[in-house]
């Protein structure tokens, strides 16, 4: 099957860096997404790897490394607006594209 | 530009009865999905439509399950009847094209309880 590991519980003080990270098992591999979920909000789009490396909008950055199975989201100047959770997600083998499977998220808690 | 929009944001229901929740997805969009969480579960894929025609409903969990999309622009989600462990969050996603970037856009869910 696909699974997802990420850590549960992530806290971080303002201003600091902070890595999420996400090791997957799957058989076939077609990128990783990165999610972001206020508490009662909608989950919203972060980025998207397909290809090893490091991908950077702004403030947030994810890397892939296909050979390890592994990714990260990297949040660097933390801001209190920054405390979600955070998830990452694979595409399902044998969905269709757009059928993800989510792992159970990493709640980031950023003290001031 | 309107993002997906989901109502009820919140249902209650005794178990056995019928809820019906709906999706306008963003204008343009022809992907739509369904996704629910469970408390302290994953976010978890249910179905996919392209227009009105289904493209993967490999999520559905049983036949208690009903989701439809007339004409191709909003949807619906019938749980009919329902039962306690059908509780949690159902997200309605939208995207303009088949999810190749991985970027879909959600609502805000609509939460269900059933007693």
């Known amino acids: 099957g696909q699974s997802l590991e990420q850590p549960s519980e992530v806290t971080a003080v303002e201003g600091a860096i902070v890595q999420i990270n996400c090791t997957y098992q799957?058989?076939?591999?077609?990128?990783l997404s990165w999610y972001q979920q206020h508490d009662g909000g909608a989950p919203t789009f972060l980025s998207y790897?397909?290809?090893?490396g490091l991908e950077e909008t702004g403030r947030f950055s994810s890397f892939l490394s296909r050979s390890d199975s592994y990714g990260y989201l990297l949040l660097q100047e933390l801001q209190m607006k920054d405390s979600a959770s955070y998830f990452c997600?694979?595409?399902?083998?044998?969905?269709?594209?757009?059928?993800?499977?989510f792992g159970k998220g990493t709640k980031l808690s950023v003290k001031p | 530009e309107a993002g997906v929009t989901q109502f009820p944001s919140h249902s209650v229901i005794e178990k056995g009865q019928t809820v019906t929740l709906r999706c306008d997805p963003i204008?343009?969009?022809?992907?739509l999905y369904w996704y629910r969480r469970v408390m302290g579960k994953e976010i978890k894929f249910l179905l996919h439509f392209v227009k009105e025609s289904k493209q993967d409903e490999s999520g559905m969990p049983n036949n208690r399950f009903l989701a439809e999309r007339t004409g191709g622009t909003y949807s619906t989600l019938k749980v009919q009847p329902a039962e306690l462990e059908d509780s949690g969050v159902y997200f309605c996603?939208?995207?303009?094209?088949?999810?190749?970037?991985?970027?879909?856009?959600f609502g805000e869910g609509s939460r269900l309880t059933v007693l």
């Open positions: 204008s343009g969009h022809d992907n």
């Open positions: 996603a939208s995207s303009q094209d088949r999810g190749n970037t991985g970027e879909l856009f």
């Open positions: 997600a694979v595409r399902a083998v044998g969905g269709s594209q757009g059928n993800l499977i």
């Open positions: 799957t058989s076939g591999f077609y990128g």
């Open positions: 790897n397909a290809l090893d």
